[in-house]
């Protein structure tokens, strides 16, 4: 198999807080070939967001930093880049695409204008040059009339519209990472279908890889070929999108996967209660304990869980981190 | 269902005016709910389903007498609500209450939990003041919370706890129909089911009649037993369960089921699928003929002349679909056997 | 188990938003210093002039006496009077007619705002163009002609002064109210028959209050200069000493002696900032954008 493009190795993140310093996120590995999709999913609070601002370089200082680990893209290690490089690299080589299109468009510009500065502003084009990429990648998108859209204002388009023209945006200058952070999670559902249908068939068209922040395991479904579950800023499980969701291993996953009413095209008749995953997730100033994050809110704990559960690999191409498990699957 | 409903809806309007275009001009309106109708019988989950701008929200703040309604009535046991004032309004509000989407935004932050959900019981006269404190520590049992917490601010809880003392304040003046308006969509995915367990089980235990509004085609599946779909504020389809699911007959319905995401891994392959293009136009000055027209794979001349009406296909199930034949065949059926 | 029960009690600490914007405040040093300062001077005018019994309209000494020769701390203005006394009996009717005036101001400010915003239609048409009409009139101007038109006295300065700087909160208020009547929670109330006045009164401005207090503060800053140029222009009562008075009466001594205008100038300066101090001080304290969690 070829090198991953974007290889991330036992990263941590820490913030300062009155509370004293806080890991946010501790040992994150993960791999994202060219072309592929990774999702990470999880509740709020997690730690996915802070992930995809980590690979980004854009964690927000100078109350947090990235403390230890490596983000390498194509074997070049960002965590020790400079932010002269860094510059280059987002929105050139990782682009992102955030989940309120309403304001991360800035309202007293066209789109054309914000399309085109990313391209002006990396790629060195004319303005002229740069209006004529802005409208290729609205029509890329889907926008109908390009050479007409290009010269509204955010506030004229639909949040569908919005949201495409965020895509083009993060798209204009071909990225070779596209982290889209629960990209649809405004937006309605058969808008949703279409932005879907676009991130595939422009990854189809690139190559580009995508890593796909979200808390719908649906969306997982839809999209990702692998995914991450991460729980309290570790990741607790990894496999394949099938794997994970056909076999979920960790207490956790399970929960998420059945705490959701799924839609079934044969209902049955008798409805069956819902599988709660008890309790909240764990504050900021409760994270970095010894023990398995999860084990306060977990039917399967037992004493192991004072201590933190090492990965383990299960069956195929699948890791988990729970005593539980590990021991099942030996 | 043969008994009698507890909640019978006709012809519900709502239409807010827009300002005029210029000086002299027409003013416009947005015809937010455009005649809906529908029944709930005691002790069921009527849904309605819907996206942005469907008017589904507005419905249930129309039939609360939240928003104004511009016609039509809502009879609540053979009273129409939308005809009362006063003192009778509020006797009938004792009768039925509503649950917010946002546990944020729905508690008033400057209030005590306990208060909060006292508030009903002063206001509109229920039991004596002697008993509000031990009935206030009931509801919180009820929802699951601790009484001792009656004395905290909305802030000190965290999202689904909100929503608890939202549902006790609900609860407090023992209505018998409760409107949840999207009460589980401000909420993270492992607290919604907290929250929904908890609906169902307090609806099996009090013999609740729930109105149940969400976008969330999964939730709506689960939680109702008969489902209206909407769209730019009229009811396309409606039917209990089982049917709606088995047997989408608007193609709305349908391309709104294709929609969904499926976590089900044996679904993946996007077989059978239909994508809808463009965004839902917005509810103002709208074009003649079927609303959806416009976006429907399916659509025809007649489709885009003249409204179909909303009519019964089976007995239950009803659809607004010039298409639709009268022995249940929708056009979506061919599409796919084709 | 101890862990768990330790939780339980911390969690049950209450506090109230009241607190929590107390706490705040108290641990901000300007805020600290300017609540300080405005304590100190109103003891200062209050208690000082039971110990010190001069009366501010005597003509002690001789005119025009430089601060601490002849026994006299801050000397003597232009007619031979103390300074000290006009200085604290003085202080007296300015602090007064500051606070009253800011209490006139929002007072009507609050009142039009809350109906306008929550009421809108032709309620909000109406009083906004009234609010408009004063917002355009030159306010010094107009309450010149309220203060000659009426005996120059204090209760009239102050209403005049209420009287032409109500609209900014009556707009703040408005907005507040425009916002807030759309939550979530003001629906629930009105789900159980909630009365329009108890909205208004007992749910809406509760949670307006943060910026209205913080515009209260500030506008008893605004009405004091306020005071201090309306008396500096010579409308004032003639029978009440206040610092504007004691500024305005020795203007034309001014090249000959500094004193008499600079020690009122003074008070006058260190009582706006303490009022300004602690107008930014509620203001951080009350903006829970700014509150950490």
């Not at chain 1, 509370?19 to 999702?39: E, K």
């Not at chain 1, 995809?52 to 290690?77: K, N, Q, Y």
């Not at chain 1, 949040?159 to 204009?172: E, F, N, T, Y």
């Amino acid at each position: 198999m070829a090198p991953p493009l974007l290889s991330v190795r036992d990263l941590r993140v820490e913030f300062d807080t009155r509370d004293g310093i806080i890991p946010v996120i501790q040992n994150l590995s993960f791999d994202l070939h060219a072309g592929g999709t990774l999702g990470i999913v999880g509740e709020s609070g997690c730690g996915k967001s802070m992930t995809a601002l980590a690979v980004m370089g854009l964690v927000p200082g100078p109350m947090g930093r990235i403390a230890g680990g490596s983000i390498r893209l194509d074997g070049e290690d960002l965590v020790a880049a400079g932010e002269q490089r860094l510059r280059q690299v987002r929105g050139n080589e990782i682009s992102m695409v955030f989940q309120e299109p309403m304001t991360s468009l800035n309202p007293v510009f066209t789109v054309g204008d914000q399309i085109g500065e990313t391209v002006r502003l990396h790629q060195g084009l004319s303005r002229r040059e740069a209006v004529n990429r802005a409208i290729e990648m609205l029509r890329a998108v889907g926008i109908p009339a390009p050479e007409k859209r290009v010269h509204e204002y955010p506030h004229q388009l639909s949040g569908g519209m919005r949201q495409r023209v965020m895509i083009a945006m993060a798209l204009a200058c071909r990225p070779r990472v596209l982290i889209a952070d629960e990209p649809t999670t405004a937006l309605d559902v058969t808008v949703q279908a279409q932005i879907f249908d676009l991130l595939q068939d422009l990854q189809a068209e690139t190559g580009t890889a995508i890593i796909l922040i979200t808390h719908d395991m649906g969306a997982i479904a839809e999209l990702a070929e692998r995914v991450i579950v991460m729980y309290a800023g570790r990741k607790v499980e990894d496999g394949p999108v099938g794997e994970i969701l056909g076999q979920p291993l960790h207490p956790y996953t399970k929960g998420l996967i059945r705490c959701v009413p799924h839609l079934e095209a044969d209902p049955p008749v008798e409805r069956r209660e819902l599988m709660e995953i008890p309790g909240v997730v764990p504050g900021l100033s409760q994270l970095g304990g010894v023990g398995c994050p999860f084990s306060p809110r977990c039917s399967e704990s037992r004493p192991d869980c004072n201590m933190m559960p090492v990965e383990k690999a299960g069956p195929g191409d699948h890791s988990v981190a729970c005593w539980a498990v590990s021991e099942a699957a030996s | 269902m043969t008994e009698e409903p507890l909640l019978q809806v006709r012809d519900l309007k709502v239409h807010f005016k827009l300002g005029k275009r210029g000086l002299f001009g027409e003013p416009s309106f947005v015809h937010a709910v455009d005649g809906v109708s529908f029944d709930v019988a005691p002790g069921t989950t009527f849904g309605i389903v819907g996206e942005s701008g469907s008017g589904k929200t507005t419905s249930a703040l129309a039939v609360m007498r939240l928003v104004e309604a511009t016609g039509g009535s809502v009879m609540l046991g053979g009273t129409d609500v939308l005809q009362l004032q006063g003192e009778a309004l509020r006797m009938a509000r004792r009768r039925m209450q509503i649950i917010f989407q946002d546990p944020y935004s729905s508690l008033n932050p400057r209030v005590r939990a306990g208060a909060i959900v006292r508030e009903p019981l002063e206001l509109l006269d229920v039991g004596s003041p002697a008993e509000w404190d031990e009935r206030v520590a009931e509801l919180f049992r009820l929802v699951g919370l601790r009484p001792e917490q009656r004395a905290l601010f909305p802030h000190q809880f965290s999202g689904g706890q909100r929503q608890r003392i939202g549902i006790a304040r609900a609860l407090a003046t023992n209505p018998e129909v409760i409107v949840c308006d999207e009460p589980v969509s401000a909420l993270d995915v492992a607290i919604q089911a907290q929250i929904l367990n908890l609906l169902r089980r307090l609806q099996s235990e009090l013999g609740l009649t729930y109105l149940f509004i969400s976008h969330d085609l999964g939730v709506v599946q689960h939680m109702c037993d008969e489902i209206a779909v909407m769209y730019l504020g009229q009811i396309v389809e409606r039917a209990d369960r089982i049917s709606l699911f088995r047997q989408p007959l608007h193609p709305y319905t349908w391309a709104l089921l294709s929609a969904v995401p499926s976590a089900a891994p044996s679904a993946k392959g996007g077989q059978n699928r239909v994508r809808l293009q463009g965004d839902p136009p917005s509810p103002i000055d709208l074009p003649p003929g079927c609303r959806f027209a416009g976006r429907c794979p399916f659509a025809e001349d007649r489709c885009r002349q003249s409204d179909p009406p909303l009519r019964a296909i089976r007995p239950g199930h009803l659809v607004a679909c010039h298409l639709v034949s009268d022995d249940g065949k929708a056009p979506h059926m061919e599409a796919i056997e084709a | 188990m101890s862990d768990a029960a330790r939780e339980f009690e911390q969690e049950l600490r209450v506090e109230s938003p009241a607190r929590e914007a107390w706490r705040m405040f108290i641990s901000n040093n300007s805020a600290i210093v300017g609540l300080a300062i405005f304590t100190l001077i109103i003891l200062t005018t209050f208690v000082g002039p039971l110990v010190y019994t001069v009366d501010p309209f005597e003509l002690v000494w001789a005119p025009l006496t430089p601060p601490g020769e002849e026994g006299w701390l801050l000397g003597t203005d232009y007619l031979g009077r103390d300074l000290v006394a006009g200085l604290l009996i003085g202080g007296q009717s300015t602090l007064a007619v500051g606070a009253a005036a800011a209490v006139i101001t929002i007072t009507i400010g609050i009142t039009v705002g809350a109906l306008a915003g929550y009421y809108r239609g032709w309620v909000d048409e109406a009083l906004m163009r009234v609010t408009e009409f004063f917002q355009v009139l030159p306010p010094l101007l107009l309450a010149m002609v309220l203060v000659m038109l009426f005996e120059p006295s204090l209760t009239t300065i102050a209403f005049a002064i209420g009287i032409v700087s109500w609209t900014s909160a009556a707009r703040l208020t408005r907005a507040e109210f425009m916002r807030i009547r759309e939550l979530e929670y003001v629906k629930a109330a009105r789900s159980i028959s909630a009365s329009n006045a108890r909205i208004i009164w007992r749910v809406i401005l509760p949670n307006a209050a943060p910026p209205l207090i913080v515009s209260a503060a500030l506008s008893v800053g605004t009405a004091i200069l306020f005071e201090a140029g309306l008396s500096f222009l010579g409308l004032s009562d003639a029978n009440v000493m206040s610092w504007g008075k004691l500024i305005g009466d020795n203007r034309p001594a001014i090249l000959a002696a500094w004193w008499p205008v600079t020690f009122p100038g003074v008070a006058i300066f260190l009582t706006v900032l303490a009022v300004s101090l602690i107008g930014d001080g509620l203001n951080d304290a009350l903006n829970p954008k700014l509150r950490r969690r």
